[in-house]
């Protein structure tokens, strides 16, 4: 609800600022409040935000920052013009840090703007979301930013696409909420910026994206530049190659360079791409034996740590870094977000389990006293006598191999949330799916059981993965693995996953506005009576037992 896309449903700011005030308080909120700027209050309460914090924090910045480089002209030529009394203009990196500012005041610039710190904010939005942002005055966390209106238009990397940071406009509060009147302004920038990021790029680079958009124009399908340092790899190469075959690739391709005898990849044609005189790098057009495309073996990656996306991987590398000593780590998250299995994966030792929600805590305590790691599940519904000993467990042992899963929901009482703080400062927040929809691609092959001797592994069209993306997935991955395993094991069809196989609420994709929970069952029920039906109108108006027209009329309001 906080991004351009989304500003019609936006509430009035006076409502928002009044459940702000009520949350502060830690009273009931009324109903309307967008729900991801409720998460984003209760996570910055988490994470021990203060919405009165005065000063900003002494600044950090890196000391060589090849986004500045490419960014500092054109920002300077757009902060000219500016009034600087009214709009500020900032650059921030993925973290996101405040690498370069103009026209902000002392009091409201934030040199980190990640939300461990400062709360909601419209550039760790765009950079969570991959979109441009909008955050409008009590949306903020921060009692310093309730007349602000700021938004954050992502900037990318040159072919990888993968964002590098924001550019970020800030305002006095809009009355009108949207779309902020720096939008075209910050969306200009931005694409500055990303031609800048080309500019600087080393020659060889140039050369190696040019020829790799050559050869995607005039031969098109599976098209894989490399140099060993860069990859350029197109959505159809991702799909036939295997994470072994593009390395196997890559290796070719670096032999070429050097001069070294190498042979293609089977079914590859690797040319080589030259820079001045001398091999630079190589492109690959991918062609099957055959000519049809066919799914090269997919390695399955594990389940705890499949996924590529920006949100995950710094989420996953943070909870890395924390279990590299045998210390607590707290990993927080919405139901069925992986928080258990990433666990599993990133401890090496056999880790003693207990699932609060089905068991007492009892010995397993014992076996932190003897450097065995335990893992505890579901920790909000541990009873209170087994919080009360981790709480007094690591009062006299701060240092034990203590693993916790918390899935935020009901405020927690007065001995959770002393074991909450004390463990917040190892803590690791997962991201929902909905967050990281690029990594379904990569999960359903994780997820997916292994294929019985001769039968080939389970694929999936381009259609059924896009509708797969585009699902909310309100029991995330777990919602997403029984989906996958129950079409491995029960389908009848054979070859790739179509979307015609998926369940009615996939394959038709996500309402076009939040549903009340009996709406969500009335379209749930109009959508598997048109499947029955063959998408017959008349025929699912009479199964229904409701009028032709009441049903196009439901049809429209859901657009089913």
């Not at 709360?119 to 930013?145: I, K, M, Q, Y």
């Not at 019985?452 to 259609?463: I, K, S």
């Not at 009340?516 to 199964?543: D, F, Q, V, W, Y």
Request: net charge positive; charged share 25%.
């Amino acid at each position: 609800m906080t991004t351009a896309e989304h500003a019609a449903a936006r509430p009035a700011l006076a409502s928002v600022r009044r459940a702000r005030e009520l949350f502060l308080r830690g009273r009931q909120l009324p109903d309307g409040v967008p729900e991801e700027v409720l998460a984003a209050w209760k996570r910055a309460r988490f994470y021990g935000v203060r919405h009165d914090a005065a000063g900003p924090a002494p600044a950090v910045r890196p000391s060589d920052s090849p986004l500045l480089t490419a960014a500092r002209p054109v920002l300077e030529r757009v902060a000219a013009a500016l009034d600087a009394g009214r709009t500020a203009l900032l650059l921030t990196d993925e973290r996101p840090r405040v690498l370069w500012e103009h026209g902000c005041a002392p009091e409201l610039l934030r040199p980190d703007l990640s939300e461990q710190l400062v709360g909601h904010n419209s550039a760790a939005l765009a950079l969570r979301t991959g979109r441009r942002s909008e955050v409008h005055g009590p949306e903020h966390f921060l009692d310093v930013w309730q007349e602000v209106s700021a938004v954050s238009v992502p900037v990318r990397a040159p072919g990888t696409g993968r964002p590098l940071g924001t550019v970020t406009v800030t305002a006095r509060l809009c009355a009108e909420c949207a779309p902020h009147p720096g939008a075209p302004l910050a969306e200009a920038a931005a694409s500055a910026v990303e031609a800048g990021l080309l500019a600087q790029a080393r020659a060889p680079e140039r050369v190696l994206l040019d020829a790799y958009l050559r050869a995607l124009r005039e031969r098109g399908g599976a098209v894989v530049a490399l140099d060993g340092r860069n990859r350029f790899v197109s959505e159809a190469a991702e799909r036939l190659l295997s994470p072994e075959g593009l390395a196997a690739l890559e290796r070719d391709a670096v032999a070429l360079i050097r001069r070294a005898d190498a042979e293609a990849a089977p079914g590859a044609e690797l040319t080589p791409v030259t820079c001045l005189g001398e091999v630079v790098g190589a492109v690959a057009v991918l062609e099957p034996p055959g000519g049809a495309p066919r799914p090269a073996p997919a390695v399955r990656a594990a389940v705890g740590l499949a996924g590529r996306s920006v949100p995950w991987r710094h989420a996953v590398g943070r909870a890395s870094e924390l279990t590299r000593y045998p210390e607590p780590l707290l990993l927080v998250g919405e139901r069925g977000t992986g928080k258990t299995s990433l666990a599993r994966e990133l401890v090496p030792v056999p880790v003693a389990t207990v699932d609060a929600a089905e068991d007492e805590l009892g010995r397993e305590v014992g076996e932190l006293l003897n450097g065995r790691a335990l893992l505890v599940r579901h920790v909000e519904r541990l009873a209170q006598s087994g919080t009360a000993a981790l709480n007094s467990l690591l009062e006299e042992r701060p240092g034990v191999p203590l693993l916790v899963t918390y899935t935020p929901g009901a405020p927690p009482g007065p001995c959770l949330q002393r074991l909450l703080d004390t463990l917040a400062a190892r803590s690791v927040t997962l991201p929902a799916l909905r967050e990281r929809r690029e990594d379904i691609r990569e999960l359903v092959t994780a997820l997916a059981p292994r294929p019985a001797p001769g039968q080939p592994p389970l694929t999936w069209t381009l259609d059924a993965l896009r509708a797969l993306e585009r699902h909310p997935w309100p029991g995330n991955v777990t919602e997403l693995a029984h989906l996958v395993r129950a079409l491995a094991e029960h389908r009848r069809a054979t070859g790739p996953v179509r979307r015609a196989e998926l369940p009615d609420p996939v394959r038709e994709g996500p309402a076009a506005r939040p549903l009340s929970p009996m709406e969500h069952a009335e379209r749930a029920a109009i959508l598997e009576a048109l499947h029955t039906h063959g998408g017959n109108k008349a025929r699912t108006a009479a199964a229904l037992g409701i009028a032709r027209a009441t049903l196009y009329r439901k049809l429209r309001g859901y657009r089913v």
